[in-house]
C-alpha cells in the first residue's frame, strides 16, 4: 500500500462498540493511521467515569504514535456549546466532514477510509469523492474475522450488547462517586476556611 | 419518550429498519444509551448488508482493509 491512507472515526458509535467489548486495539490492526476528530472524541470522553470514556483515553494514550485527534472549528463550537450547556448533537459528524476535508488537502494523493456506523451507511447516502472509502464497524470486523484476528464478528457485538446492559449501573456509580468527590472538596474547602480563621 | 417508545424504536434499529442518525433526531443522545437498550432487550447492534447507496465506496473500503492486514501481518 503506497499511498499515505488514513482510518478517520466519524462518529462516536464505533469506538463505544469497540470499547464496550474490549476490542478497541481491532482499530489498530490494519496498521492505518487512526484519526479521530476532536468533536468525536470529547463526545465519546467527556463525562469521566461514564462507561468506557477512560479507557478511550487510556488507549489513546498508550498509542500516540497510530491514533491522532484531530482539532476542528466544529470542536472549537462544541467546546463553546458545552460552556452554554447547549446540545453537542451531531456535533461530532460535521467535524468528521472538516477532518476530512482537512486531510484531503494536506496532500493530493492522500486517500481516506471513513469508518461509518453500519445502518448510517447502509441508507444515507455518504458524499464522497475518488480518494474517499467508506466501512462500517460491522464490515471491519467481518474483514478482521476473514483474517483470523477476531474470534467472531457476532462475538464482539454481542460482548458490546451484553456490557452496555450494565451501562446504567455503571452511570448510577459514576454519579454517586462524582458527588462523593464534590461532597469531599466541600468538606475540605470547609475545612480550609476554618483553618485560615484560626 | 416513554420507556416503550424506546424499546420499540431499539427493536427498529436492531432489525435495522431505522439507523443510528434517526434515533439521535428521536432522542438518543448517546450511542451508550443505544448498546444498553439493546443488551437489555438482548440484541445486538446490527450488521448492515452490502446494499445502498454507498455500496461501491464500502467495497472499496473492505478490500483497502483487507489489503493492509496482509501486509501488516
Known sequence: ?198 | MTESDKQKLIRQYAAGEITWHALRERGFDSYLDVLAGLGELGLRPPVAPMEGPNVEARRRGRAIIREALKAHK
Open chain 1, 1 to 198: 500500500m503506497s499511498k499515505p491512507f488514513s482510518l478517520i472515526v466519524t462518529d462516536t458509535s464505533p469506538l463505544f462498540t469497540l470499547v464496550l467489548a474490549d476490542a478497541l486495539d481491532a482499530l489498530l490492526r490494519p496498521g492505518l493511521p487512526v484519526r479521530i476528530p476532536d468533536a468525536v472524541y470529547v463526545e465519546a470522553t467527556r463525562v469521566h467515569g461514564a462507561p468506557g470514556a477512560d479507557q478511550i483515553v487510556e488507549w489513546l494514550n498508550a498509542h500516540l504514535d497510530l491514533v491522532t485527534i484531530v482539532p476542528t472549528d466544529v470542536g472549537i463550537d462544541q467546546q463553546r456549546r458545552l460552556e452554554e450547556g447547549r446540545s453537542i448533537r451531531g456535533l461530532g459528524e460535521q467535524a468528521a466532514v472538516e477532518a476530512l476535508d482537512r486531510f484531503l488537502r494536506s496532500d493530493p494523493t492522500a486517500e481516506a477510509l471513513l469508518l461509518f456506523e453500519d445502518t448510517d451507511i447502509q441508507k444515507r447516502r455518504a458524499v464522497v469523492e475518488e480518494r474517499v472509502s467508506l466501512i462500517s464497524t460491522g464490515d471491519f470486523l467481518r474483514e478482521l474475522e476473514a483474517a483470523g484476528l477476531i474470534q467472531s464478528t457476532d462475538y464482539i457485538l454481542d460482548q458490546a450488547a451484553a456490557q452496555g446492559r450494565n451501562v446504567e449501573r455503571q452511570r448510577e456509580i459514576g454519579e454517586e462517586a462524582t458527588t462523593r468527590e464534590r461532597l469531599r472538596d466541600q468538606l475540605q474547602q470547609r475545612r480550609g476556611a476554618r483553618d485560615l480563621e484560626r
